[in-house]
Nanobody, 119 residues
Framework: QVQLQESGPILVKPSKTLSLTCTVS??????????CSWIRQPPGKGLEWIGD???????YYSPSLKSRTSISRDTSKNQFTLQLNSVTPEDTAVYYC???????????WGQGTQVTVSS
């Protein structure tokens, strides 16, 4: 059974960097046709896609966040990481990691972690 778990600070000061890690168990992030994503949901709003890193390490980012976002991975630890720079209170949200197997169309979600940007 594939499981994803987010970890990282829950409070970040404005202008600093938000950094979250997703640890995957029960499956490999480098398996062919696997996409790993970060998605967030600000309070009172819908889900917002942040970006992906593919099984080959290629990255894709939301145009609105691209200038501040970096997604990387550590295949030896089966983890992928989100870094969002220069955060503001508008980046306060529940952040989710997500995994998709494009061959089987299975999709897996972490439980989500609330991150608050505040001084």
């Amino acid at each position: 059974q594939v499981q994803l778990q987010e970890s990282g600070p829950i409070l970040v000061k404005p202008s600093k960097t938000l950094s979250l890690t997703c640890t995957v168990s029960g499956g490999s992030i480098s398996t062919n046709a696997t996409y790993c994503s970060w998605i967030r949901q600000p309070p009172g709003k819908g889900l917002e896609w942040i970006g992906d890193i593919t099984y080959s390490g290629r990255t894709y980012y939301s145009p609105s966040l691209k200038s501040r976002t970096s997604i990387s991975r550590d295949t030896s630890k089966n983890q992928f990481t989100l870094q969002l720079n220069s955060v503001t209170p508008e980046d306060t949200a529940v952040y989710y990691c997500n995994g998709q197997d494009l061959k089987t169309e299975n999709e897996y979600w972490g439980q989500g972690t609330q991150v608050t940007v505040s001084s």
